[in-house]
C-alpha cells in the first residue's frame, strides 16, 4: 500500500493557491476540470518524485465555506529552517497560530481554515527571539 494524496474542499480555489503554491511553496503537479461534474481538482506536493500530494477540490457551485470538520487534523510540512520558514511566511501575511518557540514546530492555517503543521527537519533549532517567547493565538 502507497500513500498517494489528502483531499481538502476549497470555497476559494485561488486564495487556496495563492497560500499553498504562492506563500507556502508548494507546486502545482496537475490540474483536471470536470465540468460535468462542475468540479476542479487542482494536486498540489514539494516537488519530489514520491512525495504525497495534496488535491484540493474545488465544486464550482458552493456558494458557503465549507465548515472545518472534526474528522480533519493537519497536513504537516518537513520543512530546513523552522525560523525562516516562518519569518518569509508572516511577511507575506499568513499568521503564526503556533510560533515555533521549540525550534521545532509550528502551525499556520489556510484560507480555508486548513490547519498546517511546519516540523523542522533533523533535530529542534536552538530556541530563538521573536518565537521563544510569543504565545500562541486562536484555535489550530
Request: aromatic fraction near 10%.
Amino acid at each position: 500500500m502507497r500513500y498517494l494524496h489528502t483531499m481538502l474542499r476549497v470555497h476559494d480555489l485561488d486564495a487556496a493557491l495563492d497560500f499553498f503554491v504562492g506563500k507556502l511553496g508548494l507546486r502545482e503537479t496537475r490540474r483536471q476540470e470536470n465540468a460535468a461534474g462542475r468540479f476542479t481538482l487542482v494536486f498540489i506536493g514539494a516537488g519530489g518524485p514520491d512525495d504525497p500530494e495534496v488535491e484540493l477540490t474545488y465544486n464550482w457551485d458552493q456558494a458557503e465555506p465549507y465548515p472545518v470538520g472534526r474528522f480533519f487534523g493537519h497536513l504537516a510540512y518537513e520543512v530546513d529552517d523552522i525560523y525562516a520558514t516562518c519569518e518569509r511566511l508572516r511577511d507575506a501575511g499568513v499568521a503564526i497560530l503556533r510560533p515555533p518557540r521549540d525550534g521545532r514546530m509550528a502551525f499556520i492555517k489556510s484560507p480555508d481554515g486548513h490547519s498546517v503543521e511546519l516540523l523542522q527537519r533533523g533535530a529542534a533549532l536552538p530556541k530563538q527571539e521573536p518565537w521563544a517567547s510569543q504565545p500562541s493565538q486562536g484555535e489550530w
